[in-house]
């Protein structure tokens, strides 16, 4: 008894120390905020939710209430000006539009992307996502090596020889829509575009084979929204870690495929597995790269360029004369053309300026971030070592000092002979670190909806509502993204 008593009461005084530990700690961690707090306090921002969360508890109000939070960040750039700042715990982020920061920041290999966001997406819910792929590489020196292996592969000759492939799948998408249109179906045009752009980014990838990848629902939901998720959908976050599995299995098997080819001395065409064979040198880990570098170019080559499109239709739908304007040029172009060139592609500059326009409004990544290693200056004020800046294209394409009636879809804005935007249009980022994939996407959005413009006529369905703020869900990094609903297709006679 007496010895029971005596543990008894070491437990209880080691339970009292453990206590007094956790609250030292906690109290050096809410110093440590406060300090974070009067270093960085100076530059503008709104007032914080609580002293520790900072403004996180309004972006999870945000999420969950089904609004598009860059909505919110676009009211307070225009409340606090071209640099201002939010808090969450012991983090403090900028949120960015002064142009000549953008510039300097982003045009810039000094500043690094930013670990605590792109670290979130080396794994998802558990699973090794982007790991050290392209977009998630934040080491210069090996995110320069992985891109100088890769640049071929989207270099303009290169793609030059992919148009047969954007020609193709294009193609598939028209006959399923022409036997919609027969039999007077709704199209749910966001699914359809997510399909073709699966099936440019498999046919052109694996350029020689072509094995089926399996459609994924790979709508990946990541970075701020993870935590809000975690506690609401367990049953979509089981589909994501599905289809992330399926989709590493799948890059597992084509590439060893691949290796075996390329071992046996067989000619493997010069396509993107090839190139990503290259990325990966003889370390234990580079069997994981070339997984993860497979992963980003799907996710990133699929809903991206598929959202772009969803959105472009959507407007154009809504805007008849604009819609008119665009298929008459179409028809000039191609007139009743199957297979479109390259050149064509050239030639169709107010279809170009259709699909900017739609990334100005609608950027399907919405931007990027950057770690400031040293003291700089945005707008006058100073601002100190060790934060991280949002360069967030939905706010700078949605100010009315960058554009002039900034809700209004207007494709005039790019013009060729319009003044360019300057630093404050960037759907592709800017730098060394923009989209590896542009011109690919641009050519292909430009394929797929030239196709469609010269096939078909569209409405949108009555009472159908298109606005992104009634159903509109975010996506961070991916965009975006709304249901775009249903378009009924009706063939043109003469086609
Ligand atoms: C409309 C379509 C697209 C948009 C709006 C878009 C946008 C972007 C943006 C904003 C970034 C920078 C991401 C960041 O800083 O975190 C990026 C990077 C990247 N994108 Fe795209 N993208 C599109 C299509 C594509 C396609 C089709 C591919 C490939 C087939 C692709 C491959 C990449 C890669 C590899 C990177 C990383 C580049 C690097 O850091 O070296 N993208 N994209």
Redesign the pocket.
């Known amino acids: 008894m007496a010895l029971f008593s005596f543990f008894a009461g070491w437990i209880g005084y080691l339970f009292i120390c453990l206590l007094g530990l956790i609250f030292i700690a906690f109290l050096c961690f809410c110093l440590y905020i406060k300090y974070i707090h009067l270093k960085y306090d100076h530059i503008p921002g709104p007032p914080r939710d609580s002293f520790i969360f900072g403004h996180s508890p309004t972006m999870l109000r945000e999420m969950s209430s089904g609004r598009v939070v860059h909505d919110k960040f676009l009211e307070w750039a225009e409340t606090y000006g071209p640099v201002y700042r939010i808090n969450g715990l012991h983090f403090v982020v900028l949120c960015v539009t002064c142009p000549d920061t953008t510039k300097e920041v982003l045009m810039s290999p000094k500043y690094p992307?930013d670990s605590q966001?792109?670290k979130r997406?080396f794994n998802l819910f558990g699973q090794r996502f982007f790991g050290n792929?392209?977009?998630?590489?934040q080491n210069h020196d090996e995110?320069y090596k992985?891109?100088r292996i890769?640049d071929p592969a989207?270099s303009s000759l290169y793609l030059r020889g992919q148009m047969g492939a954007f020609n193709e799948r294009a193609e598939k998408l028209m006959d399923k829509l022409a036997d919609m249109a027969d039999n007077n179906t709704a199209a749910n045009m966001q699914h359809m575009f997510n399909c073709v752009?699966l099936d440019?980014?498999t046919k052109?990838?694996v350029t020689s084979c072509y094995p089926q990848i399996p459609t994924l629902p790979l709508h990946f939901i990541i970075s701020e929204s993870y935590i809000y998720l975690t506690f609401q959908n367990k049953k979509f976050i089981n589909e994501v870690k599905k289809s992330c599995q399926l989709l590493r299995s799948t890059g597992r098997q084509w590439i060893n495929e691949r290796k075996m080819a390329v071992q046996n001395g067989e000619d493997v065409p010069k396509d993107?597995l090839t190139q990503i064979l290259k990325t990966a040198g003889k370390a234990n880990d580079d069997e994981e790269i070339m997984l993860d570098?497979f992963v980003?170019?799907f996710i990133?080559?699929?809903e991206?360029?598929a959202?772009?499109l969803a959105f472009a239709v959507m407007e154009l739908g809504r805007l008849p004369e604009i819609l008119t304007k665009v298929k008459q040029e179409v028809d000039d172009v191609i007139g009743m053309k199957q297979e479109i060139s390259f050149d064509d592609l050239g030639k169709m500059t107010y279809l170009s300026q259709v699909?900017k326009e739609t990334?100005r409004l609608y950027?399907?990544?919405?931007?990027?971030?950057r770690f400031i290693p040293n003291d700089i200056v945005i707008n006058g004020i100073p601002i100190p070592a060790g934060v991280s800046c949002l360069f967030n294209?939905y706010v700078c394409g949605r100010l009315d000092k960058f554009f002039e009636d900034p809700l209004k879809f207007d494709p005039e804005r790019f013009h060729p002979d319009a003044a360019k935007p300057y630093y404050c249009y960037?759907?592709?980022?800017l730098g060394?670190?923009?989209?590896?994939?542009?011109s690919?996407?641009?050519m292909?959005?430009k394929v797929v909806m030239a196709k469609l413009l010269q096939r078909f006529d569209f409405n949108l369905l009555p009472g159908q509502s298109f606005d992104i703020l009634d159903t509109g869900t975010l996506r961070p990094?991916s965009?975006v993204v709304l249901d775009i609903g249903v378009f009924v297709f009706v063939p043109i006679p003469c086609c």
């Open positions: 992307k966001v792109y997406l792929g392209l977009i998630t590489a995110w992985q891109r890769m989207f752009t440019v980014i052109v990838t993107i570098n980003t170019f990133a080559g699929q991206t360029t959202n772009q699909l990334l950027p399907t990544a919405p931007g990027t971030s294209s960037y759907p592709f980022a060394p670190r923009s989209c590896l994939g542009q690919f996407a641009q292909e959005a990094k965009g």
